[in-house]
């Protein structure tokens, strides 16, 4: 069975920093590329970023772009999402997802359970 | 800033057909958009339904379909049941390594 644990959401202060991991297992986690995806307390889901089987293919919605650095073990089967500079509006639950394939233009296909970040003083 | 859009409600009468769309703030949705469709219980992870306009998710049941309407990508669910109640995001390829979520439509299933 494929799992995706999601680790390291908590309480941050504006302008802290955080770093999320999502452990895979059931899964060749090399083969895929790898989403976060995130949503707001009551509020619709927003894709955050993506990164390719290759470990290379990185790409961010603007809203995160500068602040937030995905990346992968593959040794590890870990993604991880280092959050700095963090503001209110990224309160949030973080998704990490499975994409359908290795290539970073198809979707988020299996979803962990997500881990709530919250940034508050 | 491209945005798209979805019902945010809709009804449907148990056992009936409902087509919820997903559309462009600019623009028409086409396939090479590469619109996929979840589904999101509260207090839930989403779940695939659709992916590549019409490709079912494994295990999904084949009342869902996905196709193009006009302009826009769109989710058909016939037969809806009571547990269809719930809220359906759909996701469009923008480029660059972009997706966009849609704002989500809740479905009241009456």
């Known amino acids: 069975e494929v799992q995706l644990l999601e680790s390291g959401g908590g309480l941050v202060q504006p302008g802290g920093s955080l770093r999320l991991s999502c452990a895979a297992s059931g899964l060749t986690f090399s083969n895929y590329a790898m989403t976060w995806v995130r949503q707001a307390p009551g509020m619709g889901l927003e894709w955050v970023s993506v990164?390719?089987?290759?470990?290379?293919?990185?790409y961010y919605a603007q809203s995160v772009k500068g602040r937030f650095t995905i990346s992968r073990d593959n040794s590890k089967n870990t993604l991880y999402l280092q959050m700095n500079s963090l503001r209110a509006e990224d309160t949030a639950v973080y998704y990490c997802a499975r994409d359908l394939t290795g290539s970073y233009r198809t979707p988020p296909d299996l979803w962990g359970q997500g881990t709530l970040v919250t940034v508050s003083s | 800033q491209t945005v798209v859009t979805q019902e945010p409600s809709f009804s449907v009468s148990l056992g009936g057909t409902v087509t919820l769309t997903c559309g462009l703030s600019s623009g028409s949705v086409s396939t090479g958009y590469y619109p996929t469709w979840y589904q999101q219980t509260p207090g839930q992870a989403p779940r695939t339904l659709i992916y590549?306009?019409?490709s079912r998710s494994s295990g999904v049941p084949d009342r869902f379909s996905g196709s193009i309407l006009g302009n826009k990508a769109a989710l058909t669910i016939t037969g809806a049941q009571a547990d269809d109640e719930c809220d359906y995001y759909c996701?469009?390829?923008?480029?660059?390594?972009?997706?966009?979520f849609g704002g989500g439509t809740k479905l009241t299933v009456l």
């Open positions: 590549s306009t019409n």
């Open positions: 996701t469009l390829y923008i480029g660059s390594g972009i997706w966009v």
């Open positions: 990164i390719g089987a290759d470990e290379i293919s990185t």
